[in-house]
């Protein structure tokens, strides 16, 4: 028990004990480390440094290394000894003379100010006194006036770093004077190799794909794969696999997620439920198990479109081939297509709707995909009989943009009439404003009256948009269209859907029903005896 | 003079004039101008005095340049004019060109396009500090790291050129770094200038649409994923690609409605890359770019509401862009 509570009072996090200790050890920041080490060799260290990136790629710990560089008792140098009394002080960040202040707690004037009169002091112990100003975007613009001057003619024996992740923050007089390093995401390869070695220095057996795994839930940020890997490694330090790692992540297996490809390849939506139902048999998070199939299908969309080989895929070998054949045999569209319905299925979950049913209905339509034909193609096979079987997986192609309604033709007699004319109008009305087009594709026409139509915003847009629509420019816009096409002015009435009016509002026309009676698809009905409209995409 | 004849002035050693009025909105010749001047000689280093104009009047600067340097040799008085201060003063200085103090050598530091009321002469000399021109840029990039003993591939400058931006202060900072990147190699290379020198994200935005509009949907997906890697955070780039087509479709607009290319971008003030720019909206009917604008529309609801995934939506929102 004494040496459990030892060990937690003593234990210090993988990202912290690993931190690089030279520029040798900086992952997928060669560039700068090469010339960082380059510019201490010749001498030409500038005086400020703005460091910019994404969080967890070694924005901090470059900028530690380059303070034990300028400051090493050993002298100055690329490779500083990490044996002194300063080397150490730095690395853990406790060094008189390497001051780190993090911006986003200090951000004021007077923090500026209690900087800049410290400026003057000469270091205690060392060469220079390092100012290393973390999260630099968050001082205030006053802030970054006080420090102006200071920038602008600094002591010799002072050096700052200024490191961000916002860039285009930082004011441009004061970016003007720093030599700016943009770090870049590292790749996961890079993060698998370091992770190994860490493995490797902790006397650890763990598998290739365990750290794989970390290493692509770390998205580009060293910090979060060696954290993920840290978790891990307090769950259990021997025999860990990947299917630790996606418990962890609250992910499914891969097998899993290729037994639902499989099934979308193979047309086959019962194969597919029965899938997702052993994903959900694991106790998985829906949301997350819907975040893992979009990245999934990313990745093979990915291959479709640029081939294995490119930087882009960014996948260890192993899973690679996997992927390639799985990806073999969809079309780009198709996945273009289940993306589409996964980000709807992700946006219904995060709302509140049955994560299950949710699920259940997307993996269908994915599924079912191949069944749905565009009408235009439908209309050339009508035209074009016999007619060829459509191929195994084909998404629908996106419609043609809607003609323009005709001048001349009648206008429509009822809200029925109206309704199917509705995206005709919204089209049109797109064309002389886009974010009154925008914003009436989200409505529904509910009343039609002899000088006024009214529109109904759905209930979870808010007053706001009813407001928004208001406005005397998209108004104006719309009922500009809605003359064209009653030949007479027609006014518009925007009202919000009340919270339980779905049960007494009047029935929206049933889109099968306003399908089958647009005359193209009745030609194509036509020429197909006995066949109807069941599923509309 | 322009600024390039400052150095060579100085350089002929004809000796420093009184008075040097560095003008223009280039803040990084300003403060080169002030380094050349100081590293002249006759003490100037050491004897510099930087005045704000904001905090200071005609009679104080009158004063600090009569009165002669405590170390002797000669005083270098800047005068960092944040303002119109020597605009409104221009009588008095040309009054004290006229009868200069022969201790002191003056660098007034003025940040605005034109200088009235102020002449040049034997004892004022006024440096013009405008902003560079591209081809002025690309030789000025291939000048200094000659200076620094190195050699630049032509297209390797051009590159450096076209991704640093607008700022002389950062492009002379990324030659700096490129400089001492290279270490002993004589030469810097396209490769270098890719590997060390990110891309404005403005022109990278034009890289990707650009390669949507040719139907490459491969580059289109290399040039998205340099951006997302970056760092550049994904609403900012839908941002950006949402400006681009309004623009597009703005200009769409004005070229139907019979207006004249040049006019087009005049009107919608588009400084940077016209050509491309204009290439891009022929490469479209407008039907397709209001379709690209929804798509666009579609993927920031798509960031906003599904809790992540930024990297898928933003790649499938490129690949149908470039459909």
């Known amino acids: 028990m004494r040496d459990a509570m030892e060990r937690e009072k003593t234990y210090t996090v993988l990202a912290r004990r690993y931190r690089p200790v030279s520029f040798d050890e900086v992952v997928g920041q060669e560039h700068v480390a090469q010339t960082l080490r380059n510019a201490i060799a010749d001498g030409r260290v500038g005086h400020a440094y703005l460091f910019s990136g994404p969080r967890g790629v070694g924005k901090t710990s470059t900028a530690r290394l380059l303070a034990k560089a300028l400051n090493c008792a050993e002298g100055i140098s690329a490779d500083p000894c990490n ?56 001082l205030t613009r006053e802030a970054f006036n006080t420090l102006l001057k200071t920038l602008e003619e600094p002591p010799p024996h002072v050096k700052f770093i200024f490191a961000t992740t916002e860039p285009h923050k930082i004011p441009d007089t004061i970016a003007s004077r720093c030599q700016r390093f943009d770090f870049r995401r590292i790749t996961a390869a890079d993060i698998l190799k370091r992770l190994k070695q860490i493995v490797t220095r902790e006397k650890l057996h763990v598998d290739d794909a365990v ?59 019962g194969a597919a439920l029965t899938a997702l139902d052993a994903v959900f048999a694991g106790g998985l998070d829906p949301a997350a198990f819907t975040d893992q199939m979009i990245e999934h299908v990313r990745t093979l969309m990915v291959i479709q479109a640029c ?69 235009a193609e439908a209309l050339k096979g009508a035209q074009n009989a016999p007619v060829t079987p459509a191929p195994p997986i084909k998404p629908p192609s996106p419609e043609p943009p809607p003609p323009a309604p005709e001048e001349n033709a009648a206008p429509p007699s009822s809200i029925e009439e109206f309704a199917r004319a509705w995206p005709r109008l919204v089209a049109e009305v797109k064309k002389s404003s886009m974010v009154a087009g925008a914003l009436l594709a989200q409505c529904r026409p509910i009343k039609m009256g002899a000088a006024e139509i009214e529109i109904q915003v759905p209930q979870n847009l808010g007053k706001i948009q009813v407001d928004n629509l208001k406005q005397p420019k998209h108004t104006g816009a719309i009922e500009t269209v809605l003359h064209r096409i009653f030949g007479r002015r027609t006014g518009i009435r925007v009202t919000l859907e009340s919270g339980g009016a779905s049960a007494a509002e009047p029935r929206r026309p049933s889109p099968s029903s306003d399908l089958a009676a647009d005359p193209s698809v009745r030609k194509v009905l036509d020429a197909f005896p006995g066949s109807r409209v069941d599923h509309i995409e | ?165 607008d700022s002389l202060a950062e492009l002379a900072g990324h030659v700096t770094n490129l400089v001492t990147y290279v270490g002993a190699r004589p030469r810097i290379a396209v490769e270098d200038v890719e590997r060390l020198v990110v891309g404005l994200p403005e022109r990278e935005v034009y890289e990707l649409a650009l390669a949507a509009a040719r139907k490459r949907r491969k580059e289109a997906l290399e040039v998205a994923r340099t951006l997302l890697m970056s760092g550049e955070a994904p609403q900012v780039l839908l941002w950006r690609l949402g400006w681009q087509y309004r623009k597009l479709i703005e200009a769409k607009k004005l070229i139907l409605a019979g207006r004249r290319r040049f006019e087009v971008t005049s009107l919608l003030q588009i400084t940077y890359f016209p050509d491309e720019f204009l290439s891009l909206v022929d490469a479209h009917a407008l ?14 609801v798509a960031l906003k509401t599904t809790g992540g995934q930024e990297q898928a939506i933003m790649e499938s929102l490129v690949l149908r862009l470039a459909a």
């Open chain 2, 1 to 165: 003079m322009e600024f390039s004849a400052l150095a060579g002035e100085i350089k002929a050693s004809r000796g420093l004039a009184p008075i040097y009025v560095l003008v223009g909105v280039e803040s990084y010749l300003r403060d080169q101008g002030v380094e050349l001047l100081k590293a002249a000689g006759e003490d100037l280093a050491r004897n510099a005095v930087r005045i704000s104009a904001s905090d200071s009047t005609w009679p104080q600067v009158a004063a600090d340049l009569y009165t002669p340097p405590f170390l002797g040799g000669r005083k270098l008085v800047i005068l960092a004019d944040e303002g119109n201060f020597v605009h409104n003063h221009a009588r008095e200085l040309m009054e004290y060109a006229a009868a200069p103090s022969p201790t002191a050598v003056l660098a007034a530091l003025v940040p605005s396009e034109k200088l009235a009321g102020i002449k040049e002469g034997t004892t004022l000399r006024i440096v013009e500090c405008r902003p560079m021109r591209p081809a002025e840029r690309v030789r000025w990039v291939q000048s200094e790291i000659q200076r620094s003993g190195k050699a630049v591939d032509r297209a390797a400058a051009e590159l450096l050129c076209r991704r640093a931006g």
């Open chain 1, 307 to 375: 081939g294995r080989t490119s930087p882009v895929v960014d996948l260890p070998d192993h899973l690679l081939e996997s992927c390639v054949k799985q990806s073999a045999g969809f079309s780009l569209e198709a996945f273009l297509y289940f993306i589409q319905i996964l980000f709807e299925a992700r946006r219904r979950i995060r709302e509140g709707a049955n994560p299950r049913i949710v699920l259940e209905v997307s993996l269908v339509k994915m599924a079912k995909a191949g069944d749905l034909v565009s009408v």
């Open chain 2, 287 to 300: 039907e397709e770019l209001l379709e690209k604008h929804g798509e666009i529309l579609a993927a920031d």
């Open chain 1, 211 to 269: 750290l794989d795994a970390c290493a692509r839930a770390a998205r580009g940020s060293m910090r979060d794969g060696e954290s993920v890997l840290d978790q891990l490694l307090a769950f259990k330090e021997k025999g860990l696999t990947a299917g630790d790692v996606s418990a962890l992540l609250g992910a499914a297996a891969e097998d899993r997620i290729e037994a639902i490809v499989a099934a979308l390849k193979a047309a086959d939506p």
């Open chain 1, 83 to 138: 044996k002194c009394e300063i080397c150490l002080a730095v690395q853990d960040g406790t060094d008189t003379d390497v001051i780190e202040m993090d911006a986003a707690s200090n951000r004021g004037v007077d923090d500026a100010r209690a900087l800049r009169e410290g400026v003057r002091y000469a270091p205690l112990r060392s060469r220079h006194k390092i100012y290393i100003i973390d999260e630099a975007h968050m």
